[in-house]
């Protein structure tokens, strides 16, 4: 039998501290939005599982919406072009939103985003991320709401892959180096 586990060196954030933390994000963002008109955007295909999670720990109408922005195509480094594969659907114009990703890494991705999306006049844009790898930033991007800060590994599981594989990996896992190296 073969089990996505088995290329796993270590477990990073488990599945019940992941739970904790998405819980308790909830409740910050059920605060913070009271009274106003959230959209949630997630950044496919990353943040699925954070934002299937976060969704629901949060006690307000909200929307939910998709963009697809790609900057790493099949390689474990960014390449530094960001693309959208595909836009969001709802007019956020006027609308409080919420960008939902899974990890901020360079920075490249979400500074991008940013500056398109604030050209769409929302009333509010902010970010939340359930991982920020704060060593690697290249680009300045200010995080409203972050779940763990980790160190500089190339982690997989809870919506983040390696070459399109371990998104369903229910906890944050270090790859085995042998298999990317
Ligand atoms: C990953 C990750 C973030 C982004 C972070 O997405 O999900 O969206 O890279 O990197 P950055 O801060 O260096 O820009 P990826 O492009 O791999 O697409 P995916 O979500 O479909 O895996
Ligand atoms: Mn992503
Ligand atoms: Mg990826």
Redesign the pocket.
Known sequence: MSSPTQDIQEILITEEQLKEKVKELGQIITKDYQGKDLVLLG?????IMFMADLSRAIDLPLSIDFM?????GSSTQ?SGI?KIIKDHDINIEGKDVLIV??????????SYLRKTLLERKPRSLKICTILDKPE?READVKVDYCGFKIPDKFVVGY???FDEKYRNLPFIGVLKPELYK
């Open positions: 950044v496919l295909k990353g943040a697809a922005v790609s900057s790493y960014s960001v990703e899974d990890i901020i890494d360079s920075g490249l991705t979400l690697r919506g983040l892959d």
